[in-house]
């Protein structure tokens, strides 16, 4: 299956949540606001706040992130990315566009930003093949290096997660995989975060 057919497929999965649930933690296929909140703090581990960062939001749905990282008081330039008009249409309406915020449908307009980051792309699979997915997930990877001047953060379902509780239509990553992949391929400063209570890690990878 191409990567247009897997995207389209996902597309109209998250539209059909956001229409049904709106701007909300439900909207974008999590189960509560605060497990919400505790991804974004372990994926921002990532960022060094210590000077003024740029930001791309890899999957950014109704800009949830954005809120995060206003009330943490980071000073950052923020472009949000998701192939469903439907999130960021209703993300623009929740963050209207300024010289710090925009949102972007095409992944060609992404330009080169401090940090990326992606929570819950990679979790939906539907019908598409774990082998397939496992593709899609690792050019995906690549291109979010290759966004990334300082380092990029993302998260998935993990492999250790209870078998009875799994679902056929979720891709649970090996969370040792991927850090070899990401050690290997991307930087020596990888980071495993497997030490929250969420069926999923973290990984995080530094640049300098």
């Known amino acids: ?11 109209e999965y998250y539209d ?8 909300t933690a439900r909207g974008v296929d999590w189960k509560s606001a605060e497990s919400q909140q505790l991804r ?3 994926l921002a581990k990532v960022i060094d706040s210590s000077r003024p960062f740029t930001v791309n939001d890899f999957g950014c749905g109704y800009g949830a992130l954005l809120d995060y990282l206003k009330q943490s008081d980071y000073s950052f ?13 209703r993300a623009e309406n929740l963050h209207p566009r300024s010289t710090e915020i ?5 992944q060609e307009r992404l330009r080169e930003a ?18 397939e ?16 001047r300082r380092g990029f953060a993302f998260n998935a379902l993990t492999s250790y997660s209870d078998k009875e509780f799994m679902r056929e239509d979720l891709y649970y990553a090996d969370p040792l995989f991927f850090f070899d992949h990401c050690k290997t391929r991307f930087s020596k400063f990888v980071t495993l975060l497997h030490d929250y209570p969420l069926y999923e890690f973290t990984l995080l990878v530094r640049k300098d």
Do not use: C
Request: no cysteine.
């Open 16 to 23: 059909e949540k956001i229409r049904t649930h709106g701007p």
């Open 133 to 148: 997915w496992l593709r899609y997930m690792l050019g995906v990877l690549d291109t979010m290096n290759l966004l990334s």
């Open 77 to 89: 330039q923020y472009v949000g990315f998701d192939i469903s008009s439907e999130m960021t249409g």
């Open 102 to 106: 925009d949102f972007v449908n095409e």
């Open 40 to 42: 974004f703090a372990q």
């Open 1 to 11: 299956m191409s990567s247009d057919n897997i995207l389209l497929r996902v597309q």
């Open 114 to 131: 401090d940090y990326t980051i992606a929570s819950g792309i990679f979790n939906v699979k539907l019908n598409t093949s774990a082998d």
